[in-house]
């Protein structure tokens, strides 16, 4: 038996999982002219209100280029708001507007509830599943999460 075989269908169970996992929130992004990049800005905003652009470049890992085209898309349609820091003018604090949190609130909350239905089905690998996540995310060189 070929050795990669098994990690070949570990591959395609990750991608039909994720492609089972983001489905639903694509739907619901689309008719707003938004994609998945907009879901995850919305997503850390929402979990970190007043988080400043660097640090949320720093947790997404990725450059000011390629943040800078959705943020905008998502401060114009009024779901994030940009404020500037108390302690320096050069700061940008981002926040969720009410339609932002009410967006990312529809959209991550079919995630969570995907996953509780998951957990609910095999409640013994629950455990083991995080475990192998938080290994996979610890292997992600560019992305700084937030202290535990």
Not at 31 to 55: C, E, K, M, W
């Amino acid at each position: 038996m070929n050795p990669n075989h098994t990690l070949n269908a570990d591959l395609e169970s990750l991608f039909y999982g994720y492609r089972a996992f983001t489905s639903l929130p694509d739907e619901m992004l689309a008719p707003l002219q938004l994609a998945r990049v907009h879901h995850r800005i919305l997503y850390f905003v929402g979990r970190d209100a007043g988080l400043s652009v660097n640090t949320l470049l720093a947790r997404l890992g990725t450059s000011k280029q390629a943040l800078n085209r959705p943020l905008r898309e998502l401060q114009t349609k009024g779901l994030i708001i940009a404020s500037t820091a108390r302690h320096d003018g050069r700061v940008k604090r981002l926040s969720l507007s009410e339609s932002g949190q009410l967006l990312e609130e529809q959209l991550s909350s079919s995630q969570r509830q995907l996953l509780q239905q998951a957990f609910a089905q095999s409640p013994e690998s629950e455990a083991g599943w995080r475990a192998i996540m938080s290994i996979l995310a610890a292997s992600d060189k560019h992305a700084i999460r937030p202290p535990a």
